[in-house]
């Protein structure tokens, strides 16, 4: 609490304060960082250490992904998801070929085109499907299609889980994409921003290795570290040079034990998936209040409903900021830190303002 006599600059900032819209459903992302990150990032901050990922907490990050997914893959990590992402595209195909993926991924939608800047060209094959799942009907036009100089064949798959919309593909449906993309000898990407949340409605991330994935990116600040993401490498031919590759892209950080260690705070003991449960519990909570229709199904962490321009603004107004999402529809997401008071203050307003 400022005390004495406020400068002007002092003035602005606790006006702007008061003024402040609660962000408490705008995204998982604005979230705090949970105890467990924290404090595995106090626990790293001993000591002196070698750098660029080769310490032993970066090896202890790894091992900790590689229990939780049952494998011997190679992991790197990264800043963030856009990161991950393109540079695993990158990875994946030549500049001059293309990647399929729902036509609302988060690569094809908000990374400002760095799939296609990191991979120095890549494009994207945007496909349909209800509520962010690709319908694997659309597969088989962009496979079938001859090879020519004049457009951007795919060379890769990119699936998510759990969904841009909340949704949650079970394994068969992912396998159902995955088996016919394999068979032309393409490869696979999966972006796991919100993975937890995945795992925790069901999904088994024990076999997503079993599917013919080539990397996965296993998302760790919406599931409540800080800025990290974990790069797992399935298939052991992209590893060649891959810290090469992150180097180059300003992703090979030299302390990298701080983007490590929150993976041990959160996987160790199972605060991952705990947390997501919670999570999804909210949402599920928050869906049970809604008053206006509901979009997509509530599968993950997600809430999306059906709001009118001027009903977004009144709730804007009363205090609670939330975005209107690609499809016009209005999205409210929950976080490990979102509470049941906070739900049902916010239900509270949705039916004032109905």
Known sequence: MLEGPKTGFQAGVIGSIRRMARYDFASDNTAPATPEAMNALVAANTGVTSGYGSDHISRAGADAVRALLDTDASVRFVASGTAANAISLATLCQPFEGVLCHQHSHIATDETGAPGFFGHGLGMIPLA??????????????????????????????????????????????????????????????????????????????????????????GGTKSGMTPSEAVVIFNPALAHRFDARLKQSGQLPSKGRFYAAPFIGMLEGGAFVRHA?????????????????????????AVFVEMDEPTLQRLHAAGWFVYRFIDGSVRFMCSWATTAEAVDELGETLKKIS
């Open 277 to 301: 449960a919670h999570a999804n519990a909210m949402a599920r909570r928050l869906a049970a209040l809604m008053p206006f229709p509901l979009a997509h199904p509530v599968e993950a962490n």
């Open 129 to 218: 499907g209800a509520s962010g799942r690709i319908d694997p009907a659309g597969l088989a036009a962009p496979l079938a299609a001859p090879d020519q100089p004049h457009w951007q064949a795919p060379a890769a798959l990119s699936v998510t889980n759990a969904t841009e919309y909340g949704t949650v593909y079970s394994v068969a449906e992912l396998k159902a994409l995955i088996d016919p993309v394999k068979a032309k000898g393409y490869r696979v990407h999966f972006d796991g921003a919100r993975l937890a949340n995945a795992a925790a409605a069901g999904f088994d991330l024990k076999a997503i290795q079993g599917l013919g994935v080539d990397i996965l990116v296993v």
